[in-house]
Every structure is written in structure tokens, then in C-alpha cells.
């Protein structure tokens, strides 16, 4: 535990509903950040994870959705993990950075020692209080959260070098054209409050005093002067972009909770009396036929009807959905995601599909999306 005058405050960008048109068409009806992954909303998790670092005085969301579509959810967890959980609406997006320095009255309110910053469209199993720890041993401005990746990959993110021993941060590039390192970015960090010093430094010698990247603007400039280190994660981490992706993440989620938390996972308790393949979530309020087969990846949530017989297999199942199961041949589905109250008549098969919400599928399909 840290000392009783240390208070940190986490920071989480959710952007905004001009930003992850590439996670379109699940964020048509629904913000990207409140997307459900492993049974959760995708904001959730890191949420979650925040809500485990000592001494914790408050999480803040910032971004540029209408606060309307945050109000339930923030009064909703806020209850639940017992931690003030604030949203700030910025009234246009201001760049990662500016963002942050738009509501630092805000976050340094609770006049913090650490500061977290994380992404909202990041899956990992972040490593906050370890890399409390390791920033504290640093003794820098901040920390950067990292991990190594394919050679033919790296250059999709942000790439860095850092000193083998000391784990400074040497050099910084976004997306470079040519190969710098396997070492990348993983959008998760931890700052002292000098971080708003830097920003408004970086301000003050620009022209567009509205926009500030905290990647190139930021960390760029700043490698090498031994202010920022960085942290490696050995665990999974995935950047959650696209509809394809937050299949794999709820996956990865679902795992997660077999180390973490096996009560979230369907047939901890014994009650479920439908066959449960691997790693499943499935809501309380949810209703599944004892003949039904379900997993392996697989998350259902509120309200939904699984028939008899019906199979479903790395799947997103959203509220009020239902499968019906009542003849000899039984619906099947696959590699899918199906929006709120979608409806799949028996004997239908959906492989490799994303449905949006309100339609009924009386016909198989497969590789489409139906708007």
C-alpha cells in the first residue's frame, strides 16, 4: 500500500461518436465505449481495473459524446464498485492530450500524486498497481504501459526504444513507415502532475493552441531526457477497432474471468442445465433451454431466449434477443454478433454475421451484415 498522503486519480479517453467509425456498424446504436464484451460494457473493464489501484480518490471519462448516453451507466458503476466515476463531455475533440489539459482543474481537484491514463478502446489485463510500483522505482514524469509484437505489426502502432536496463524511454514514432522496433504502445499510462507543465509547454510553442496529441506531441519530444520509462506487459493486449475485434477481446475477457473471476462465468455455480462449452457468460435475467450448447466464447445478456437445441459458438448476443428452437432442424450461429432484440427463427444458420437490432432472420446467412 502506498503511503497515506499518495491519492491517484484515473483518467479514461472514450472519444467521441465522430471517432471508431471503423467499429461501425456496432456503434450505429450504441457508443463504442458501452459496446457489451464478455458481458460488460467495453469501459467497463478498465474501469474495473482502476477501481483496484490503491488509494483511488476518482475516475474521470472525458469525450465528446452527449452526457445523456453516459448518465445511467456512470451512476450505475459508480454504485456498484463503490468509486466516484465521473463523465466530462469536452465540447469538441481536443487531441488526446489537450483533452486532458481541457479538465485539469478537474483532476487535479483531489490534488493527486499519480495520475493513470488510460484508452477506452484498449483490451489488456492492465497491470495498474504493478505499474505504480515500477513508476514510483523510475522516479519519472510517467510511465508507459508496453509490449513487444511481431516485427510485421509494429508499425500499425506506436513504436519505441527503451534502454534494456533502466527501461527508459529513448525514442518515440507513430506508425513509422519503416521498422523502428517490436516494442509498442499500449495506450495505458501513468504521469506525476508535471504532465501538465509539459502539455501546456507544448501549447505555448505551437500554432493551433486547440489540438495536442499525447503521442507525438507529447511523448515524442520528451524521450531521452529521462522523464518517461516504461512498463512491460507479458499478458494479452489487443486494440479494440474493429467489429471483428471485439469478438477476440470478449474472448480474452471471458478467460480472464476464469482466473479472476469464475462466478461470472456460466456453470461456476452449477446452475445452468444447458450444455456450457469453455469460457460463457450469460446473464442472470437471461433464459437458455437446458438442450442448447453454448461456448466456447460466448456472451449473452439481458433478456435474451435461447431455444431448444440451439448452438452458438464465438458469439455477441445483445438484450432481447431470441433464438427459437422448436423444430427437428435447430438454429445455429457462429463468429457472430446480433444487435438488441434480433430475432432467429428455428432451423436458421448465421455464420460470420452482424446483425443490427429489431430485425428477424427467417432465412440463413452468412459473411453479411444487416442493417
Known amino acids: 500500500m502506498g503511503s497515506s498522503e499518495e491519492r491517484v486519480v484515473a483518467v479514461i479517453m472514450v472519444g467521441g461518436p465522430t471517432k ?34 490503491p488509494n483511488l480518490a476518482q475516475i474521470y471519462l472525458i469525450g465528446f459524446y452527449e452526457e445523456r448516453e453516459f448518465a445511467l451507466y456512470v451512476s450505475a458503476i459508480s454504485n456498484e464498485l463503490k468509486v466516484p466515476v465521473r463523465y466530462l463531455r469536452e465540447d469538441r475533440p481536443h487531441g488526446s492530450a489537450g483533452g486532458l489539459y481541457t479538465f485539469r482543474d478537474y483532476i487535479l481537484e483531489e490534488n493527486p500524486s499519480h495520475i493513470f491514463l488510460l484508452n477506452c478502446d484498449v483490451c489488456c489485463s492492465f497491470p495498474l498497481s504493478q505499474m505504480l510500483d515500477a513508476h514510483k522505482n523510475y522516479g519519472g514524469m510517467g510511465t508507459i504501459l508496453v ?41 495505458v499510462y501513468i504521469f ?16 493551433d493552441r486547440d489540438y495536442l496529441r ?25 486494440q479494440i477497432k474493429t467489429p471483428g475485434m471485439s469478438l477476440k477481446c470478449s474472448g480474452l475477457y471471458l478467460a480472464q474471468f476464469r482466473r479472476t473471476s469464475p462466478i461470472l462465468l456460466a456453470g461456476s455455480k452449477g446452475s ?25 466464447n ?34 445455429k450461429l457462429g463468429i457472430t454478433i446480433l444487435g438488441e ?31
Open 20 to 53: 471508431g467509425t471503423r467499429f461501425r456498424p456496432l456503434s450505429l446504436n450504441v457508443p463504442k465505449p458501452l459496446f457489451p464484451l464478455a458481458g460488460q460494457p467495453m469501459v467497463h473493464h478498465p474501469i474495473s481495473a482502476c477501481s483496484r489501484i
Open 147 to 187: 509490449i513487444k509484437v511481431s516485427a510485421e505489426s509494429a508499425n500499425q502502432f506506436g513504436e519505441l526504444v527503451a534502454d534494456p536496463v533502466t527501461n527508459e524511454l529513448l525514442h518515440y514514432t507513430e506508425k513509422p513507415e519503416t521498422f523502428v522496433s517490436d516494442l509498442i504502445n499500449c495506450g
Open 192 to 207: 506525476t502532475p508535471d504532465i501538465f507543465k509539459a502539455i501546456q509547454d507544448s501549447f505555448t510553442q505551437r500554432k
Open 214 to 238: 499525447l503521442d507525438q506531441d507529447i511523448l515524442s519530444p520528451l524521450a531521452g531526457k529521462k522523464e518517461l520509462y516504461t512498463y512491460e506487459t507479458r499478458d494479452f493486449w489487443e
Open 272 to 296: 445452468r442445465s444447458a450444455a456450457i462449452i469453455d469460457d460463457v457468460y450469460i446473464h442472470p435475467s437471461a433464459k437458455v433451454h437446458p438442450s442448447a450448447k453454448i461456448g466456447p
Open 298 to 331: 460466448v456472451s449473452i445478456s439481458a433478456n435474451a431466449r435461447i431455444g431448444a437445441g440451439a448452438r452458438l459458438i464465438s458469439c455477441i448476443i445483445l438484450d432481447d434477443v431470441e433464438i427459437k428452437g422448436e423444430g427437428d432442424y435447430n438454429a
Open 341 to 371: 432484440s434480433v430475432a432467429v427463427e428455428d432451423e436458421v444458420v448465421v455464420i460470420n454475421s452482424i446483425v443490427l437490432p429489431n430485425k428477424t432472420l427467417n432465412v440463413s446467412v452468412q459473411e453479411e451484415i444487416i442493417l
